[in-house]
């Protein structure tokens, strides 16, 4: 069997600005809803998609806030984008998959968990982390536990990072923390581009197996005396932002793998769904369940 884990903050951010508003009848905007309703509905419909969940960033804020003030927050996030995560995981649901909603940790962190937990259970044969996020990349595991950007329709296995990025997956988070992330607040350091970053990594994988002198650099690229002047300065901030893109494995999910299994939606929730969103048709979109 496969497991699919689905980044539902990535999902519904793509819905709210990838397809036209919508108005519910209760006067709401439920378009971004709708959009990702109608995207899982497409997931279940595929041939090996028997086990499911969705992991939203109930509240954008984390742990990680605490400590480096400049992570990202919900500041910015148009409203009516941030009063449809709620109703999104009812929606979810009411589809009958499992919901990790986040408060102290954040979606990437229960994809991670789950991706560590199911991936070695007898039967699995692969887990998929829905999401184009790079940050997930760290999570890949040889062909068993994969990326699979579903707009692209593209899968991402270890010797795909390798290819992508130049670097062991293990190596993403160090990769991250020099070039950072702009997405997550995370800055990076001066000088160090993606290229640089891959090149340096490829060579001693962990920040800390880095030598402070250029000279020790065993490493074919040009700069090297700025760049490891730049690690050497801000070596503490590296390892601080390299904490920030690590992912947490041990997120507490109560789920067991068998709960994961996608057996269909509450008919009668459904309706009252549909009906709420003025999306008449959903129930039509989805297969019947694999129980």
């Not at 290819?163 to 995370?186: K, M």
């Not at 962990?206 to 700025?226: C, S």
């Amino acid at each position: 069997m496969n497991v699919h884990l689905v980044d539902g903050t990535y999902e519904l951010f793509r819905a709210y600005f990838g397809a036209p508003p919508a108005i519910g009848p209760g006067g709401a905007e439920v378009g971004a809803v709708r959009g990702l309703l109608r995207s899982l509905a497409f997931l279940l419909r595929e041939d090996g998609v028997s086990h499911v969940a969705v992991a939203f960033d109930h509240v954008i804020e984390s742990f990680r806030n605490d400590l480096f003030p400049g992570y990202k927050t919900s500041a910015g996030v148009p409203a009516d984008l941030l009063a449809q995560f709620t109703p999104a995981e009812e929606a979810v649901r009411t589809l009958g998959v499992v919901v990790w909603p986040m408060v102290e940790f954040e979606a990437d962190d229960a994809m991670a968990t789950g991706a560590a937990r199911y991936a070695e259970l007898p039967g699995v044969e692969r887990v998929f982390l829905c999401t184009p996020d790079k940050d997930l990349s760290q999570c890949v595991r040889g062909r068993r536990v994969v990326g699979l950007d579903r707009r692209r329709r593209a899968v991402l296995d270890e010797e795909g990072v390798r290819a992508r990025f130049g670097i062991h997956p293990e190596s993403i988070p160090d990769w991250l923390a020099l070039v950072g992330d702009s997405a997550d607040g995370i800055p990076g350091l001066p000088r160090f581009g993606e290229r640089s970053a891959s090149a340096v990594l490829a060579r001693y994988r962990h920040l800390e197996d880095i030598p402070d002198l250029h000279v020790r650099w065993e490493v074919p690229i040009r700069g090297t005396l700025a760049l490891a002047e730049s690690l050497r300065t801000h070596r503490a901030e590296a390892l601080l932002y390299r904490k920030l893109a690590t992912l947490r494995t041990d997120v507490p999910l109560v789920e067991d793998l068998e709960a994961l299994r996608w057996r269909g939606a509450d008919e009668e929730r459904l309706r009252a769904l549909a009906a709420a969103l003025g999306e008449s048709n959903l129930g039509e979109r989805l297969p019947q369940g694999r129980g």
